[in-house]
C-alpha cells in the first residue's frame, strides 16, 4: 500500500495541499495500525476506524476534485460509511472481529485492484496528452 500512498500523495498535491497531508499521514496510520490488528486481534476495530478515515478523507477528495475518477471516489466514500458503522456497532459489544477480519481484508484487497485500475488508466491518458 505505501507505493500507491506515494503516488497518490503526489496527485493530491497538485489539487489540494491538507488533504494530500490528511490522506498521507491516515494512510499511513491503516497500514500501521493494521499490521497491530494482525499480531493482536483486539486492534481491529481500531484497524476499521483509521482505514474509514482514510477512505473518507480521499474519497471526499476525489469526488470533489476529479483527480482520481469520481466513481471510485463515489465507492471509496461508501466504504468509509459501511466501515464507520461496523465500527459503531461492533465497537462497543466488543464483538470477536476473527470472522469479520478476513471479509474486511478481501474488500480491501478488490479495492485495491480497482485503485489500481484508474491508475493505470489515468496513466494512459496522462501519456496520451
Known sequence: MLPAMASLHVRHLGVRESGAMLGTISGTAVVVVGISASAAPE???AALFVRAIWWWVIGKMWWETG??????????????VGEFA???ALGPIGADMAVAWLPLRV??????????YALWRSRETLTAE
Open 67 to 80: 483527480v482520481m475518477p469520481r466513481w471510485l471516489g463515489a465507492v471509496t466514500l461508501g466504504l468509509a
Open 43 to 45: 486492534l481491529a476495530v
Open 107 to 116: 474488500l480491501l484487497g478488490m479495492w485495491l485492484l480497482a485503485l489500481s
Open 86 to 88: 461496523l465500527v459503531l
